[in-house]
């Protein structure tokens, strides 16, 4: 085990320090596109100018036929696009796989400059992240980095989720964790054919009335993702990084996204992943707090003076505990709004009213 004094010490000689906190930085939607796919390769430009966090994705949904292209892509994409403050993340692939090596080698050599953040999937324990760590270092010093790549694990495999904790706190790398439903999935052996979101079957049941089991009994659908976020968001929170729900599939199906995307924003996560482009939108909109909950945060803050004590505002009980929640919603607020001004105008209106 590491002791604790060398946690902020380089890894290798040359390699930037670590951080020593995670930055808050607006990441609402992390937009995958397939850098070998031309069509989706030609709307990056466009695309970075509407999403907080773009991600080039090397692993699954890239053909194996198409992975040294799609490495190669998003070296040229990246080296020719001004990203702003859009962030740059890459999916690499899988430590266990022929491509995850020279993923790392070439990317960090190529465009370690321009990356914030590698997403690493199929994460199974602090080992991995501890060899990813070590790796990292080495390769930043003989590229001469002077700021350190952050890590996103995903958990997707039932061993990752034993392990949630130690992963969350394996390195100060560490940026966060996405839930990763389809490989957890299978991993599991869930009985499920789908990307994220509910099935119909998983469900509870009113007692009967009667003799009869089938008459007048409300079913419930209930949420086969709860258990992984929650837990995700604690081991998130217990470590200073940040949570994300992963990929919605039905792409088609934009009110079940909006419905998924919202229960993971209230549990606590901070964005997710947005596969097509018209889940850029809807993430916008749910990862955002909305303006009258701004205004009334906003109103707790003011009304509690030092944030201590208790007080009645409209018939409701204010106290210590409720104007944390209330700088959880303000303080995002703020941070997006310095990122997005339409948000800004919309926070600031409901000041004025
Ligand atoms: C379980 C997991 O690991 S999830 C993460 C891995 N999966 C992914 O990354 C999937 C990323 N997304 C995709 O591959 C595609 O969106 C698909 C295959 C789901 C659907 O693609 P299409 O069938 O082309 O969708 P559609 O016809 O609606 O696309 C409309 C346009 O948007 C483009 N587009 C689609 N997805 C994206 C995207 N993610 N980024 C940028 N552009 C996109 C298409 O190229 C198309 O362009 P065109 O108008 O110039 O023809
Ligand atoms: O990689 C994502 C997943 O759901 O699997
Ligand atoms: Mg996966």
């Known amino acids: 085990m590491r002791s604790p004094k060398d946690f902020f010490r380089p890894l290798a000689v040359g390699a930037p320090d670590p951080v020593r906190e995670i930055p808050f930085r607006p990441s609402r939607m992390i937009h995958f596109f397939d850098p070998s796919n031309a069509k989706m390769a030609a709307k ?3 695309i970075a ?16 036929d198409r992975k040294e ?3 190669a892509g998003l070296v040229d994409i990246a080296k020719a696009t001004d990203f702003g403050d859009t962030q740059l993340w890459v999916r690499v692939n899988s430590l266990d796989s022929p491509w995850g090596l020279d993923d790392l080698m070439t990317l960090v050599r190529e465009i370690g400059d321009k990356l914030d953040v590698i997403m690493v999937p199929k994460v199974e324990g602090a080992e991995d992240i501890h060899y990813v760590d070590r790796l990292l270092a080495q390769l930043e010093a003989k590229a001469g980095l002077r700021r350190p790549l952050l890590v996103h694990a995903i958990l997707e495999t039932a061993r990752g989720v034993a392990n949630v904790e130690e992963i969350a706190g394996a390195s ?8 990763g439903p389809a490989d957890l999935a299978a991993s599991r052996r869930m009985k499920t054919t789908r990307v994220g979101g509910g099935h119909p079957g998983y469900l509870v049941r009113t007692d009967p009335v ?3 089991l089938n008459a007048g009994r409300q079913t419930s659908q209930q949420d086969l993702w709860h258990y992984t976020v929650a837990r995700m968001v604690d081991a998130c929170a217990a470590n200073g990084i940040l949570p994300y729900y992963g990929p919605f599939g039905d792409i088609r199906d934009t009110v079940a996204c909006e419905d998924q995307f919202r229960n993971a924003f209230l549990l606590g996560c901070v964005g997710a992943w947005s596969l097509h482009p018209v889940q850029i939108e809807i993430a916008r909109r749910v990862f955002s707090p909305e303006p009258a909950d701004v205004r009334w945060a906003r109103k707790v803050i003011a009304a509690m003076g030092d944030g201590t004590g208790a007080v009645m505002i409209d018939g409701k009980m204010q106290d210590d505990a409720t104007v944390k929640q209330c700088r959880v919603v303000a303080e995002l607020a703020d941070a997006l709004a310095a990122r997005d001004p339409e948000l800004a105008a919309a926070y600031a209106a409901t000041d004025e009213d």
Do not use: C, F, I
């Open 172 to 179: 100060p790398r560490m940026q966060g964790l996405s839930l």
């Open 49 to 64: 100018g509407k999403v907080d966090v773009l991600l080039g994705n090397l692993e699954d949904a890239v053909q194996a």
């Open 44 to 46: 990056v430009p466009d």
């Open 210 to 212: 009667g003799e009869d």
């Open 69 to 71: 292209a799609a490495r």
